[in-house]
């Protein structure tokens, strides 16, 4: 969204540039009527130079009666800085998006970001091992069809629920680390256990994905391709014999 400011200013701008240059030809249409209709009498050239005079005349009138309607307006407050930096990043990252590759790029840098806000915390190596999981759960999101599909649902609700702990396990390190209390200590080491526990459920659930996709996906019988080039080479390997019996000079009795 643009900044409504700056919008209003330069909505302010055009209208005086666009009555300035209808005032410019008014005059000039004007002047040109007044000056030719003297010599050649009123005929219908004439009319059309004195109504294109009037017209441009009217229309720059209007042009200023909006200029000065505009100008009476109180322009909008000026734009917050961080609003502004958020609005621009935000169109930033929509201009990215949008390209072939873009929505992978975005994710990429704010995996990235937010590893490096917990970097030298107790949530940042199970939040990597998370990482590591959803990529590979991500990977094989769209094998996990039929009954699997529950597990997926409940995969993306852990995964939230586990990244908003570990800025939970952070925020509290942090702020022990300014007031060290036994109470901040034992609520940290509870929240790290949990944050602990709930990425190895996850990579537990991960396993047990990958299992479902690989026995979803291991046949009962040969392979059709492998089974189909099998019988090629039987194939070649008959017409092969068959072509060296008839090369084959038959022996005189």
Same mark, same amino acid.
């Given at each position: 969204?643009? =900044?409504?400011?700056a919008?209003?200013? $330069?909505?302010?701008r #055009?209208l005086?540039?666009?009555?300035?240059?209808?005032?410019?030809l008014?005059?000039? @249409?004007g %002047?040109?009527?007044?000056?030719?209709t003297?010599?050649?009498g009123l005929?219908?050239? =004439?009319a059309a130079?004195?109504?294109?005079?009037g *017209?441009a005349?009217?229309?720059?009138?209007?042009?200023?009666?909006?200029h000065? /309607?505009?100008?009476?307006?109180?322009?909008?407050?000026a734009?917050?800085?961080?609003e502004?930096?958020?609005? !621009?990043?935000a169109? @930033?990252?929509?201009?990215? +998006?949008?390209?072939?590759?873009g929505?992978?790029?975005?994710?990429e840098?704010?995996?990235?970001?937010?590893?490096?806000?917990? $970097?030298?915390t /107790?949530?940042? +190596?199970?939040?990597?091992?998370?990482d590591?999981a959803?990529?590979?759960?991500a %990977? @094989? /999101?769209?094998?996990?069809t039929?009954l699997? +599909?529950?597990?997926v649902r409940e995969?993306?609700e852990? =995964?939230?629920?586990? $990244?908003?702990?570990?800025?939970?396990? /952070?925020?509290v +390190?942090?702020?022990?680390? &300014?007031?060290?209390? *036994?109470?901040l200590?034992e609520v940290h080491?509870t929240l790290?256990?949990? @944050?602990?526990d709930?990425v190895a459920?996850?990579? #537990?659930?991960?396993?047990?994905?990958? %299992?479902?996709?690989?026995?979803d996906?291991?046949?009962?019988?040969?392979?059709?391709?492998a089974?189909?080039?099998?019988?090629a080479?039987? &194939?070649?390997?008959?017409v092969a !014999?068959a072509?060296a019996?008839?090369r084959?000079?038959l $022996?005189?009795?």
């Amino acid at each position: 969204m643009a =900044d409504e400011r700056a919008r209003h200013f $330069r909505r302010l701008r #055009r209208l005086r540039n666009s009555a300035r240059r209808w005032s410019v030809l008014a005059g000039g @249409l004007g %002047g040109a009527a007044a000056v030719l209709t003297p010599y050649a009498g009123l005929g219908l050239a =004439d009319a059309a130079w004195a109504g294109a005079a009037g *017209s441009a005349i009217a229309v720059a009138a209007w042009r200023w009666v909006d200029h000065r /309607a505009l100008a009476a307006v109180p322009p909008p407050p000026a734009l917050d800085p961080a609003e502004a930096a958020a609005r !621009s990043r935000a169109r @930033l990252v929509a201009a990215v +998006e949008r390209l072939p590759v873009g929505p992978g790029v975005v994710a990429e840098v704010r995996r990235v970001r937010s590893r490096l806000a917990l $970097r030298g915390t /107790a949530a940042a +190596e199970p939040w990597a091992r998370l990482d590591r999981a959803a990529l590979t759960l991500a %990977g @094989l /999101a769209g094998r996990l069809t039929g009954l699997a +599909e529950p597990a997926v649902r409940e995969a993306a609700e852990a =995964d939230r629920s586990l $990244r908003e702990l570990a800025t939970r396990v /952070a925020s509290v +390190e942090r702020a022990a680390k &300014l007031t060290p209390q *036994s109470t901040l200590n034992e609520v940290h080491a509870t929240l790290v256990a949990q @944050l602990e526990d709930g990425v190895a459920a996850y990579e #537990r659930l991960v396993v047990a994905a990958a %299992g479902y996709v690989a026995e979803d996906a291991r046949p009962n019988t040969e392979h059709p391709a492998a089974a189909r080039l099998t019988e090629a080479t039987d &194939l070649l390997h008959g017409v092969a !014999s068959a072509l060296a019996e008839l090369r084959t000079p038959l $022996r005189a009795p």
